[in-house]
């Protein structure tokens, strides 16, 4: 069974900064894609940022302040967050898809006071 397992959320201030890293229990080569997902308080999960190959996807919200990107030997993903605003406090869920199933990480909280 793979694991995704979540790091880095906590309590920052606006202006300040982030790295969220998800740590997959096996290769990551053998994804098709992932990336970080997030859901706040009452509203739906919504997509991020995803990273496909050396393609990178945002939300129109988080473009030019979050970035995105892989470690291959350390079978880890990270997301830089920037300039963080409160409107980004939720639960970021760290995903994966390869050709037969999707997985989610446990998810981490960011909190990002005004």
């Known amino acids: 069974q793979v694991q995704l397992v979540e790091s880095g959320g906590g309590l920052v201030q606006a202006g300040g900064s982030l790295r969220l890293s998800c740590a997959a229990s096996r290769t990551i080569f053998r994804f098709n894609a992932m990336g970080w997902y997030h859901q706040a308080p009452g509203k739906q999960r919504e997509l991020v940022a995803t990273?496909?190959?050396?393609?990178?996807n945002y939300a129109d919200s988080v473009k030019g302040r979050f970035t995105i990107s892989r470690d291959n030997a350390k079978n880890t993903v990270y997301l830089q967050m920037n300039s963080l605003k409160p409107e980004d406090t939720a639960v970021y869920y760290c995903?994966?898809?390869?050709?037969?199933?999707?997985?989610w990480g446990q998810g981490t909280q960011v909190t990002v006071s005004s």
């Open positions: 990273i496909t190959g050396g393609s990178t």
């Open positions: 995903y994966a898809r390869d050709t037969y199933n999707e997985y």
